[in-house]
């Protein structure tokens, strides 16, 4: 399976927290809005469309789609974030299904059968990211949209998402991210490329952690989204 366990057994420990604004998902909290208006924007509007958020982790993108009216599908192997994502959109009233499922099985289940799949900040989790990019496009209908997010291999990354936010700063728990799993964006272009995806935009994401904001811009270095659709047969 295309999984780390060891990354998988520290998200399900950090499970817990995910709701919490001022806990060790704060910067994925400041920074949801800026992703969903990335998507948003991509697909001329979210209402209606059936959309798979892979990487689910607690939920937070999925259920600010669903919340635009998205029919969502959040997956994840991390049970405990599985199940901290199903209560807490009972809780907010959100018709959402969470399926502890690899995108790989899923994609063999359910081919084209999605408008929109979303797979953002777990790409630089996984040994295989390459994998996780067929599958995600398997599972898109024929001009369906897939959308990326992940961290480039690149010096400035290294400072900034690595020392600063983990050592430094202390934005996110030690030991979060690997930097040799980091992907440069030209990596990324060929992997989705050979899945049959076409590159749309692709834009650099600045956090600023003393203003707690984030936004886009064209600077690559560290990290950025990607939007691509898939090519009709």
């Known amino acids: 399976m295309n999984m780390d366990q060891a990354e998988v057994s520290k998200f399900d420990a950090l499970a817990s927290t995910w709701w919490d604004p001022h806990g060790p998902f704060r910067t994925l909290h400041e920074i949801n809005p800026l992703r969903v208006d990335f998507i948003a924007n991509g697909c001329q509007g979210l209402r209606g469309k059936r959309i798979l958020d892979v990487g689910t982790g607690g939920g937070l993108l999925a259920e600010a789609m669903a919340r635009q009216g998205g029919i969502v599908t959040g997956i994840d192997l991390a049970a405990d974030g599985i199940a901290a994502a199903q209560a807490h959109a009972q809780r907010s ?53 897939a959308f990326f997010a992940t961290l480039n291999r690149h010096p400035k990354s290294y400072l900034l998402a690595i020392l600063g936010a983990e050592y430094v700063l202390g934005l996110l728990p030690r030991g979060t991210h690997d930097y040799q799993k980091f992907i440069r964006p030209s990596e990324l272009i060929a992997m989705t490329r050979k899945a049959h995806l076409q590159t749309l935009a692709l834009k650099g994401m600045h956090y600023d952690p003393i203003r707690h904001q984030a936004r886009l811009n064209d600077d690559v270095t560290v990290n950025y989204l990607m939007h691509t659709r898939k090519q009709h047969a």
Do not use: F, N, W
């Not at 690899?102 to 900040?121: F, G, I, K, N, W």
């Open 93 to 145: 009233d959100l018709s959402i299904q969470y399926r502890i499922i690899a995108v790989e099985d899923l994609a063999a289940a359910e081919p084209q059968s999605y408008d929109v799949v979303t797979c953002m900040e777990m790409l630089e989790h996984v040994p295989d990211p390459a994998g996780i990019v067929a599958a995600c496009s398997q599972l898109l209908k024929p001009g369906g949209e």
